[in-house]
T-cell receptor, first 116, second 114 residues
Framework: GAVVSQHPSWVICKSGTSVKIECRSL??????MFWYRQFPKQSLMLMAT?????????EQGVEKDKFLINHASLTLSTLTVTSAHPEDSSFYIC????????????FGDGTRLSIL | AQTVTQSQPEMSVQEAETVTLSCTYD???????LFWYKQPPSRQMILVIR??????QNATENRFSVNFQKAAKSFSLKISDSQLGDTAMYFC???????????FGKGTKLTVNP
């Protein structure tokens, strides 16, 4: 089946640093990738949608300068949390979908980000 | 606007028994897809089952089946012969082609007791 790899799975860093999270589709071409944020005991909140080769579409309330998304190839999207602060600590999950928009999204294993 | 409602925050079931998780949704489109995702303590999102709105037949995947009532906008998940490994958060999700977004419900925490 479709496999999505997300790396790193857990990162701890100091306040003010930038953190990059990678999302890779291993066995299919991901035309569209999605980035979600999940707070403890809550549902997934869509942050942005990225299509290969074009700028990401951010959801209302998500700072695009804070959460930089790059989708440079059909198998890789990255989320960079710039100048991270403790309130950015969360669980971030990516998902990927093939060419057809009726295909299900396949999720990565998530990244637990802790900012000290 | 699309909305997904899961009215049961928590449920429990005895091993080997059957449990049904509820989900209702709202959409103005006729072409959409419904999903159930499972999120175990490891927090990985796992696709359990999907249903195309244009199909009348209820989807089935081994011990998992759905009861899709399109007129009532209801999409419940039935888990038969529950196993300890079924313990997880279960999210109902709605996808509309027009918006390209997957909208999740708040989830139901299912605990399977030995």
């Amino acid at each position: 089946g479709a496999v999505v790899s997300q790396h790193p799975s857990w990162v701890i860093c100091k306040s003010g640093t930038s953190v990059k999270i990678e999302c890779r589709s291993l066995d299919f071409q991901a035309t569209t990738m999605f980035w979600y944020r999940q707070f403890p005991k809550q549902s997934l909140m869509l942050m942005a949608t990225s299509n290969e080769g074009s700028k990401a579409t951010y959801e209302q309330g998500v700072e695009k300068d804070k959460f930089l998304i790059n989708h440079a190839s059909l198998t890789l999207s990255t989320l960079t949390v710039t100048s991270a602060h403790p309130e950015d600590s969360s669980f971030y999950i990516c998902s990927a979908r093939g060419h057809s928009n009726n295909q299900p999204q396949h999720f990565g294993d998530g990244t637990r980000l802790s900012i000290l | 606007a699309q909305t997904v409602t899961q009215s049961q925050p928590e449920m429990s079931v005895q091993e080997a028994e059957t449990v049904t998780l509820s989900c209702t949704y709202d959409t103005s489109e006729s072409n959409y897809y419904l999903f159930w995702y499972k999120q175990p303590p490891s927090r990985q999102m796992i696709l359990v089952i999907r249903q195309e709105a244009y199909k009348q037949q209820n989807a089935t995947e081994n011990r998992f089946s759905v009861n899709f009532q399109k007129a009532a906008k209801s999409f419940s998940l039935k888990i038969s012969d529950s196993q300890l490994g079924d313990t997880a958060m279960y999210f109902c999700a709605l996808f509309q082609g027009g918006s390209e977004k997957l909208v999740f419900g708040k989830g139901t925490k299912l605990t399977v007791n030995p």
